[in-house]
Antibody, heavy 120, light 107 residues
């Protein structure tokens, strides 16, 4: 069974860049899309975007100007960078596997989530 | 973007009772809807995809239906572990969006 684990700083300064990595184990990172989702009390669950195993990306337009996602198949990892953060970016960040294929856009496996706090 | 509205916000029920949760889309999303369950301190867990397909390992007491703009998740007989927050999410177009959630709590 595939497992995902987020890692990265839990505290980021305002105007800085949030950087998170998700490590995939128990399954191949190939042939899937890999998503980032965040959850904050104010905005609920918000899909940030995905990166495919080949490096194709698709971002939420609301965050597109600040988001960069990448994948490293040799390490079974994918990453999220969110620039120019503000306190509104404080949230629990989840990485997830997208079923892909005919069910693209459905997330069937999730990491446990990591809280990132943006300090002013 | 497509807005998903879930109702009610809170559903207070007892174990053994039937739970009926609603999700309404701001425009037609065909059958491109998933349901997730989230317990405190945990990640969402996929229950249903494409409106009515149970994900692997999901008990048969969870069922769902709908198409177009109106969808329903039904828990036929609540077990103690079913008290949680439930979210719907569409995949009709980008960006993916989630509903605001329905909390099923203990009456």
């Amino acid at each position: 069974q595939v497992q995902l684990q987020e890692s990265g700083p839990g505290l980021v300064k305002s105007s800085g860049t949030l950087s998170l990595t998700c490590t995939v184990s128990g399954g191949s990172i190939s042939s899937y899309y890999w998503s980032w989702i965040r959850q904050s009390p104010g905005k609920g669950l918000e899909w940030i975007g995905y990166v495919s195993s080949s490096g194709t990306t698709n971002y939420n337009p609301s965050l597109k100007s600040r988001v960069t996602m990448s994948v490293d198949t040799s390490k079974d990892q994918f990453s999220l960078k969110l620039s120019s953060v503000t306190t509104a970016d404080t949230a629990v960040y989840y990485c997830a596997r997208d079923l892909g294929g005919y069910s693209y856009g459905t997330m069937d496996s999730w990491g446990q989530g990591t809280l990132v706090t943006v300090s002013s | 973007e497509i807005v998903l509205t879930q109702s009610p916000a809170t559903l207070s029920l007892s174990p053994g009772e039937r739970a009926t949760l609603s999700c309404r889309a701001s425009q037609s999303i065909n059958r491109y809807l998933a349901w997730y369950q989230q317990k405190p301190g945990q990640a969402p867990r996929l229950l249903i995809y494409d409106a009515s397909n149970r994900a692997p390992g999901i008990p048969a007491r969870f069922s769902a239906s709908g198409s177009g703009t109106d969808f329903t998740l039904t828990i036929s007989s609540l077990e103690p572990e079913d008290f949680a927050v439930y979210y719907c999410q569409h995949r009709s177009n980008w960006p993916l969006t989630f509903g605001g959630g329905t909390k099923v709590d203990l009456k």
